[in-house]
């Protein structure tokens, strides 16, 4: 499988240019998912000046997609009457943020959600999102192997 490099430039300058989708739907709270979503979360966060949360997941085991996705660390926080912005590097499989958003809807009583990611990768998911979701993509991708800066 071909490897895709991104630099940080490149991931900056992706995000500054996709920025104002997010600003016009200006969200309370930026959810960033732990590991993935972490940097581009806070790069983000200096266009759009919102306070940023963070969630761990865990859906790998042994570079292989585990049947169920395990929560590491969530939020306590009643989000009914707030937007929020769930941030992560890539949409590969989208079960992740199936997950998510469907957690967030269920212990937090999240109404009004969007998704952002860097990529999306063009293939079959094996999560939806429901409609009302606002889904922003930075690009969409060929399935190859992305290597962000941050990953070793």
Known sequence: MEKIRYSYDKITQLIKDNAHKI?????????????????????????IKKPIYVVSLSLYADDKIKDNVDI??????????????????????????????????????AKDIGVFVL?????????????????????NVDDNWIVYPWDL
Request: some cysteine; proline content about 2%.
């Open 23 to 47: 600003k016009n739907y200006n969200p309370d709270y930026i959810i960033a998912i732990g590991g993935g979503g972490l940097i581009p979360a806070r790069l983000l966060r200096n266009f």
């Open 72 to 109: 590491v660390q969530w939020i306590d926080t009643d989000l009914s009457d707030k937007k929020i912005m769930i941030i992560d590097e890539v949409d590969d499989t989208r079960k992740t943020l199936d997950f998510c958003v469907k957690r967030f809807k269920l212990i937090n009583n």
């Open 119 to 139: 990529q999306n990768k063009i293939k079959e998911k094996l999560g939806q999102l429901d409609d009302d979701v606002k889904y922003i993509s930075c690009e």
